[in-house]
């Protein structure tokens, strides 16, 4: 679309750059100076045709040296032209017609985001006609119409600016709605997920507890309470579970070991490949440990990402011993 509008605005400047150079070829009346009326329509033809096709690296904005150009064309055009005519001769609709010209100059310098020249001509414009032709034939004769195609021209860039940034920003916020989608699909996925494993750990205990009318034997106790910390597990800890971790944590708790796990954020803004590597080696810290006592916490650290404690109970809480402490970083070693 941004080429498209290009194409065109390219097509018309050089279409009226040709325009103005044929109405100065068109002379009723022999200049005094041809040579400098010549150089005056050379001079135009060369700084537009640059002005309008030099490319540039943000490829709207016009380079520095044909911006430069445009302004020292801007100023000598018009005074060629009216210094290769005889005073009375230079309200003549041939003698005119470096108005509209340099105006065309100042649009393409304004709409190729060299603001400041293009008014800077316009300027120079005014003075320049206003001083060989004088203040009210100067109007008369064209110069309202070259400020006018500057006011707009200087309005249309603003409201395209405008447009552009509220389009980027729209496609901002569309990415945002569809990232934002994507993850709440992940989430509802891994929601099922957790529903079906849910189902399949209790669902046997609670129809054995059911039938049994809560009568169950220490075996069935006993796989009732790794139930409901497979459960909690699965609430708490989600993101720090895999089959080795699970299959670990079964084994610890077999073994009397009481396992808690927390996941605060630690492994948020992690690689997936590091989040396995993580889990992996939690995976082997929990298959030898022999605490009473193990709690897995994924807190929220620049540096670490992981720490298992364990425990070994010496009789009241504050008198627990700590046996085990692993630390597992965010970073690979």
Known sequence: MRRTVRSMATALALGFAVYFAARAIWWIEQPAAPLLMVAAIALYLGTVLTAVLVESANAVRMPLWPAILSLFAGAVVPALVSLSLEPTTRGAP?????????????????VRRR??????????????????????????????????WVVVAQLLVLFWDRAVQDTERLADIQRAVSAWHATQLVRQRERRVRA???????????????????????????????????????????RLLNDAVREAISGARARGTLVTVF??????????????????ELAEVLAEVRSNRVIVRA??????????????????????????????PRVAR
């Open 196 to 238: 079906q494993r849910a189902l399949a750990v209790a669902g046997p205990v609670l129809s054995r507890t059911v039938a049994a009318h809560g009568m169950l034997t220490e075996q069935e106790r006993l796989e009732a309470r790794l139930a409901e910390g497979t459960l909690r597990d699965e609430l708490r800890g989600a």
């Open 94 to 110: 041939f003698a005119t017609w470096y108005i509209g010209a340099t105006g065309l100059l100042a649009v393409v310098c304004i």
């Open 115 to 148: 603001l400041i020249l293009g008014w800077t001509i316009l300027l120079i414009l005014v003075v320049e006609a206003c001083v060989f032709m004088g203040v009210g034939e100067a109007f008369m004769l064209g110069l309202v119409g070259s400020i006018t």
């Open 299 to 328: 807190g929220r650290d620049e540096v670490l990402a992981v720490t298992v404690v364990g425990r070994s109970a010496g009789g009241s809480r504050d008198d627990d011993a700590v046996e085990l402490w692993h630390e597992i």
């Open 263 to 280: 996941d605060e954020g630690g492994l948020d803004g992690l690689e997936e490949a590091r989040v396995d590597e993580i889990r992996d």
